[in-house]
Each structure stands twice: as structure tokens, then as C-alpha cells.
């Protein structure tokens, strides 16, 4: 079975320029999930959706950062504009909601973006 | 404030030197605690789910055990292959969506 599919594997691009990162969750799984992975603050999650629906964006960082899940194949991360701090590894992880919330998150291979 | 820590941050062995990862965690209700591998330019590979204390699971060299405040992740003879970093999790009870706290991971290196 395929994974968690992201795209680009590699960003690297001008402060200010638009960035959008893309993610194909698993087949069947109804949860998914954005997060970034620094050196200095380790894991943290962005944003989640179940069922296509944004659940919690706390984790967003500013204004800058917008999330879609048009359907339940796709979903979309934009930076715009973008800055150099926003330089990082971008996970998309999915998970079968139906199973119960404890079902573990499986995760793509990320987006390592860098801003220059 | 629900929290995770791992210790050590970065613990090398010999081949074949068995050793013990630490998660403790501080959360409102468990309703897990997972395990992750995560190796270099990739994303964390999910090893174990543990859900309530004294539970075990097993995998090849690896063991997991769980407390009502810790886990272990046991390395029994590790190979070089098992150097990566390993990540625990966890998943709050009530009043929670299916949100992972994360710790910041031990990364491990087997030395031939």
C-alpha cells in the first residue's frame, strides 16, 4: 500500500515568494495532519483535519500560513509571504479516524524547505 | 500542561551494549503512548502503541514497556541498523480531538 505522499521533497526559494507544499494522505484514512520539524523545537503540529474539516489550527503560526483539504485525497500548505525563519522539515501525517482516535498517525517523508 | 520529555537526548553503544530509552509525560488521562523511529531525510515510522501501564510490546530488538507516568523503549543487542532517532508520543484523554504531544526524541548510535 502507498504511504503518505508529499511533494515537493525539496524547496528552496526567495523570502517573500509563495510556497506551497502538497500532501496524498493513505487511502481510507480520514485524519490528517501538518506539522513542522525544527532542530530547536523538535515536532509541532500545524494544523488537523477529520473528514476534510479543520479541526484545530492553533499550531498555525501567523497569518501567513493557510491550510486546505479540498477533498479527501489532497491537502495543501501556503506560505505566503514566505520568511527565512519559516525554514524547516513540513510533515503530513494521516490516520484511520474510524478506528478510534488512539490509531497511530503515519507519516510521508517531508517537504525540507528553506528560505532564503 | 500536558507534556513529554525523553531522556537521554543522544546515547551512542557499542554493538551489541543493550540500553534503555526514557519517555515521561505529564497528561490529563492517557489514551496512548506511541513510538516512533525516525531515520535521516525521512519521516517518523511508527513502532508501538502502548495504552495503559504495564502493558509490553515487542518487535524484533526492541521492547516497550509502560508505567502510569514513564516508558521505556528497551534495545536488546542493538545492530547498527537500529541507529536512528526515536520519538514517543502521546495522546491526551478527555476533551481531546486526536492531538500527539511529542517529545524532542533520543537519537541513538550503534557503533560496530
Known amino acids: 500500500d502507498a504511504g503518505v505522499i508529499q511533494s515537493p521533497r525539496h524547496e528552496v526559494t526567495e523570502m517573500g515568494q509563495e510556497v506551497t507544499l502538497r500532501c496524498k494522505p493513505i487511502s481510507g484514512h480520514n485524519s490528517l495532519f501538518w506539522y513542522r520539524q525544527t532542530m530547536m523545537r523538535g515536532l509541532e503540529l500545524l494544523i488537523y483535519f477529520n473528514n476534510n474539516v479543520p479541526i484545530d489550527d492553533s499550531g498555525m503560526p501567523e497569518d501567513r500560513f493557510s491550510a486546505k483539504m479540498p477533498n479527501a485525497s489532497f491537502s495543501t500548505l501556503k506560505i505566503q509571504p514566505s520568511e527565512p525563519r519559516d525554514s524547516a522539515v513540513y510533515f503530513c501525517a494521516s490516520r484511520n479516524r474510524e478506528r478510534g482516535l488512539n490509531q497511530p498517525q503515519h507519516f510521508g517523508d517531508g517537504t525540507r524547505l528553506s528560505i532564503l | 500542561e500536558d507534556q513529554v520529555t525523553q531522556s537521554p537526548e543522544a546515547l551512542r553503544l557499542q554493538e551489541g551494549e543493550s540500553s534503555s530509552l526514557n519517555c515521561s509525560y505529564t497528561?490529563?488521562?492517557?489514551?496512548?503512548l506511541f513510538w516512533y523511529r525516525q531515520d535521516p531525510g525521512k519521516g517518523p515510522e511508527f513502532l508501538f502503541t502502548?495504552?495503559?501501564a504495564g502493558e509490553e510490546k515487542e518487535k524484533e530488538r526492541l521492547k516497550a514497556t509502560l508505567t502510569k507516568k514513564e516508558s521505556f523503549l528497551h534495545i536488546t543487542a542493538p545492530k547498527p541498523e537500529d541507529s536512528a532517532t526515536y520519538l514517543c508520543a502521546v495522546l491526551p484523554g478527555a476533551g481531546n480531538t486526536g492531538k500527539l504531544i511529542f517529545g524532542q526524541g533520543t537519537t541513538l548510535q550503534v557503533k560496530p
Open positions: 497528561v490529563s488521562g492517557l489514551r496512548g
Open positions: 502502548l495504552y495503559s
